[in-house]
C-alpha cells in the first residue's frame, strides 16, 4: 500500500491535470446533453442524450473522487510514511564488473590486528547539551573496553515518561543500519516532535535524524526510520523533544544507544 502511495505523490501533478481536463470535457457533454433533451421529440433522441447525461455525471464523480483522494494522499498520509520511501534504491552491485580481491594463499597465516577500542558516553545532566567526550576524563591506571569484552550497563535514560519516550530501541542497545523508531509523543497541547542524534558523527553537536517535525501524536507506534549505514561506529545519544501548540520544546527524553557497522 504505501507503493501506492508513493506512486500518487509522484505522479500528483500530472493526474491533478487529466482529471482537471476529464472534468471540463464531460461538463459540457453533460451541458450539451441537458440542452438536447429540452428539445428532443423522438423517443430514440432522448435516450441517446440521457444515456451521454448519466455517463458524464458518472465519469464527472469519478474524477472528483481521484482529485479528493489525490489531495487527501498529499496532505494526510505522506507526513506518515517513512523517508525510507522516498530515496532511490541502492543499485545492485555487478559482479562482472566488480574487482575482485586477489585469493588468500594456502597454509598463509594472516596478521592479526589489534582489535579497535569501543568509549562509553555519559548522559548530560541537561538533555539539551552533548555529553562529555570520556577521552578528555582519562583516569591514570584505567584502561579502554576492547570489543568482544562485555560493554558497563547503559547509562538510564534521562526525561523519558509515559507520555514521551522511545520504546524501541531500547536504552544501551547496539543498532545498525537502517534504526526504526518506536514510542509514545501524546500529551495535551501537543504541537510537535523530533527526533535527534548526537555522536562521533555528528562531532559533538545534535543533528535531526528525520529532517523535519511532525505535528502527529503517537501512542506506543511508528516514531521514524532512518538509514544510518554510513555513519561512524559508536555510543550516540538519541533525543526525542516534543512542543507544545505555542511551539515551545516542553519535554525531552534521552537514551544511549551504540551503532555497528
Known amino acids: 500500500m504505501d507503493q501506492f502511495y508513493v506512486f500518487i505523490l509522484h505522479n500528483d501533478i500530472p493526474i491533478y491535470i487529466i482529471a482537471t481536463l476529464g472534468l471540463f470535457w464531460y461538463f459540457s457533454q453533460l451541458i450539451r446533453a441537458q440542452r438536447q433533451l429540452r428539445v428532443a421529440i423522438f423517443n430514440l433522441e432522448r435516450e441517446t442524450n440521457t444515456q451521454i447525461r448519466n455517463t458524464a455525471l458518472i465519469v464527472i464523480i469519478i474524477l472528483a473522487a481521484i482529485i479528493g483522494g489525490v489531495y487527501y494522499v498529499n496532505n494526510q498520509i505522506a507526513p ?3 523517508e525510507t520511501l522516498f530515496r532511490d534504491p ?22 592479526t590486528t589489534t582489535p579497535p577500542l569501543v568509549p562509553t558516553i555519559t548522559l ?23 570489543v568482544g569484552t562485555p560493554l558497563p550497563p547503559p547509562t538510564p535514560s534521562v526525561g523519558c515518561t509515559l507520555q514521551l519516550n522511545i520504546l524501541e530501541p531500547r536504552n544501551g542497545s547496539v543498532v545498525a543500519g537502517t534504526i526504526t523508531f518506536n514510542g509514545t509523543a501524546n500529551f495535551e497541547d501537543f504541537g510537535y516532535y523530533t527526533l535527534e542524534a548526537n ?12 529532517g523535519r517535525t511532525i505535528d502527529q501524536t503517537v501512542q506506543e507506534g511508528f516514531l521514524g526510520s532512518v538509514n544510518l549505514s554510513e555513519w561512524q561506529s559508536g555510543p550516540y545519544l538519541i533525543r526525542l523533544s516534543a512542543a507544545n501548540q505555542a511551539q515551545n520544546i516542553i519535554a525531552q527524553c534521552v537514551i544511549q544507544v551504540t551503532l555497528q557497522q
Open 124 to 146: 548530560a545532566g541537561n538533555p539539551g547539551e552533548p555529553a562529555d567526550n570520556p577521552a578528555d576524563k582519562t583516569v591514570p591506571g584505567e584502561t579502554a573496553t576492547a
Open 80 to 82: 506518515t510514511l517513512p
Open 90 to 111: 541502492t543499485p545492485t552491485p555487478d559482479i562482472f564488473r566488480t574487482p575482485l580481491s586477489s585469493p588468500t594463499p594456502l597454509l598463509t597465516r594472516q596478521p
Open 199 to 210: 555522536g562521533p558523527q555528528t562531532s559533538g553537536q545534535w543533528a535531526s535524524l528525520l
